[in-house]
Structure formats: structure tokens, C-alpha cells
């Protein structure tokens, strides 16, 4: 077998073929990177529109960390093949290091609106000797967090290999990325079966920290949509209602809804994959029913998976909207 499987025009021509769904899922990798410079620029919006007020900074940092949080397939988009192991290697610590921290960043945001946006019973908390120094704290915070936690076993993404392979071939070859083989993988391989087709992909360990992370950032979007319904009631209550905090409480209120609602969305699919499939369904699954000998029903789930991945950077790209509707009222 040949050093390389595939070269660029090779992975780009898999990626729009009828089998991967005519590039649905590296449209969704693009779009997601289009979401992230939209975060973006509306940031450095917010941020210049006045560079000493805390909320805009509060909110400019948030921004920037979902539109991070947006970009979970970005490598996957960009020639996300074994010769281009080198590209591959920087943009992994953007797809794990930096999307990891943002999301860790963001949860302990989501614990500071108390700070910067009034609630009745943790009135305590909205002060400037507190908003003055929370939005960039918790970046800092943020980042030692995730530097502490990354190598440890719940959370590290230790192995990872490419898969290869040329049609005709009996059996799929494993090629070490970083880390060491293991033994799931050669049950990955297995699973395969013959190569039908030239193809070359990657599986990586996928520790249930990691998962847990994931996860816990939208929960944590569910805590920051209630506290946000009780800011508002806040400006609305006494003789003297602050109606201008409230209306900007009640958009920072549907960015949250938006983005709840869409991870609502998400684990009704990927409850239905699962009842489908029997079993967890991760990316790995995506491997076998993407290269496999797969049924049609296997097919299904295949769509149904790369479905899942449109809805987080569309909640996403709303709530950031939504966020600067708040901020520049």
C-alpha cells in the first residue's frame, strides 16, 4: 500500500460525493466557520462601541467563546487527511484545546450574569468592583481549569489513528497519529471489513469527560436563561421599573431560549439515534457506516447524525445575535 491514500483533490471529492451526501457535513465544517467570524465581529462591535463598559466587555469575551464553540468539525473541513498530518496537528489543538477551554470559559460566564445583570435576591453581586474584574477572571480561570484537567484520564484524548484504504485491499490499514494503538481500533478496522473504496479518515479516543463538558455547557445555557427571566421580573418590580434593563434582559432571554431550544433539538435526535442504533452512538460509529459495508438503515443513521451537527452552530449564530441586540441597546 502507498504512503497516502488520498491527496486534497481526492478528500474534496469524497466530501461532495452522493455517499457523504454531497458535502453536507464539510458545508456544515465551512458554515461553522463563516459563525465563528460573525462571533467575531460582532465582538470587536460591542467591544469598540464602548471599550470601558464592563458589560460590553463581559459580552464581547462571550461572544468570541461561542463562536469557538461553533467550530467543534472545523479541522474535519479542512484536508483532513494523513498527508496533511502537519496542518492536522495545529488545527488539533484548536479542535480540542481551544474548543475545550472556550467551553469551560463560557460555563464560568454563565455564573457571573448575576454580576453584571441585576437579580433581586443576588443583588449583592451587581456592583463595578465585581464587573470590573469577572469577564476577564474568568478567562483566566478558564484556561488554568482546562490546562488542569486536559491530561487527566476523564478527559484526555490520548490515541488516535488514520484509517486507510485502497479498494481491492482486504482489510483496512491503521496508521498511529499521536499516542498508541489500541485495541478498539483494530475492532474499528474489523468492523469495516474489505475496502470497497479508497478512503482515509481518523479514529480518536473520546473520554466521557470530554463528553461531559460538552454537554454541560448547554445545561449551564438552561441555569443563565433562568437567572435572565429573573433579572427581568427584577427591573419590572417597584414603583419605579427600569423598563430599558428589561427589555434588555428580555433579548439576552430569547438568545438563551434560542440556543436552549436547539440543544433540546439535539438530544431528541441523538435520543432517537441512539433507540435506533441500540447503543451511544459516537463519532466512530460515523467511521463504520460512513466506510463499512453498510445497509441503508445504517445509511439513515449516518444522515441523521451529520443532521445533529447543524443545529448547536445555528443556536449558536441566533443567540450571539440576540446578545448584541442586548448589549448596544
Known amino acids: 500500500m502507498s504512503s497516502y491514500v488520498w491527496g486534497a483533490g481526492d478528500f474534496y471529492r469524497d466530501a461532495f460525493s452522493s455517499e457523504a451526501f454531497f ?20 465582538s470587536a462591535l460591542i467591544w469598540r462601541a464602548r471599550k470601558k463598559g464592563y458589560e460590553n466587555n463581559f459580552m464581547s469575551v462571550l461572544l468570541v467563546c461561542e463562536g469557538i464553540k461553533a467550530t467543534f468539525l472545523l479541522s474535519s473541513g479542512i484536508l483532513y487527511i494523513r498527508k496533511y498530518e502537519a496542518l492536522q496537528d495545529v488545527l488539533w489543538i484548536w479542535t480540542i484545546d481551544v474548543f475545550f477551554t472556550a467551553h469551560v470559559i463560557s460555563i464560568l460566564m454563565y455564573f457571573c450574569i448575576p454580576i453584571y445583570y441585576r437579580l433581586k435576591r443576588l443583588s449583592f453581586l451587581h456592583r463595578d ?49 499521536f499516542g498508541e494503538e489500541q485495541e478498539w481500533m483494530r475492532d474499528v478496522v474489523d468492523e469495516v471489513g474489505p475496502c470497497t473504496q479508497d478512503f482515509e479518515t481518523t479514529i480518536v479516543t473520546q473520554p466521557d ?46 438568545g438563551f431560549l434560542g440556543k436552549v431550544i436547539s440543544f433540546f433539538l439535539y438530544v431528541v435526535l441523538l ?38 451537527f447543524v443545529i448547536t452552530p445555528i443556536g ?7 446578545f448584541v441586540h442586548a448589549t448596544l441597546k
Open 23 to 42: 458535502g453536507f457535513r464539510i458545508l456544515i465544517a465551512w458554515a461553522s466557520i463563516l459563525i465563528l467570524l460573525w462571533c467575531l465581529g460582532l
Open 129 to 177: 468592583s465585581f464587573k470590573k474584574h469577572a469577564w476577564y477572571l474568568t478567562v483566566i480561570f478558564g484556561i488554568a481549569i482546562w490546562a488542569l484537567i486536559r491530561t487527566a484520564p476523564a478527559f484526555d484524548i490520548s490515541d488516535a489513528s488514520w484509517i486507510t484504504c485502497q479498494e481491492g485491499d482486504p482489510q483496512a490499514e491503521l496508521h498511529t497519529w
Open 316 to 322: 449558536i449564530a441566533f443567540e450571539c445575535m440576540m
Open 209 to 254: 469527560g470530554a463528553w461531559a463538558i460538552v454537554v454541560l455547557s448547554p445545561l449551564a445555557s438552561l441555569m443563565a436563561l433562568l437567572l435572565i427571566r429573573s433579572s427581568i421580573r427584577s427591573h419590572l418590580e417597584g414603583e419605579n421599573p427600569d423598563i430599558s434593563s428589561s427589555l434588555t434582559s428580555r433579548s439576552l432571554y430569547i
Open 271 to 308: 435520543t432517537i439515534l441512539t433507540i435506533l442504533h441500540g447503543d451511544q452512538v459516537t463519532f466512530i460509529n460515523e467511521t463504520i457506516w460512513r466506510y463499512g459495508e453498510a445497509s441503508s438503515f445504517d445509511r439513515f443513521k449516518l444522515f441523521l447524525w451529520i443532521f445533529s
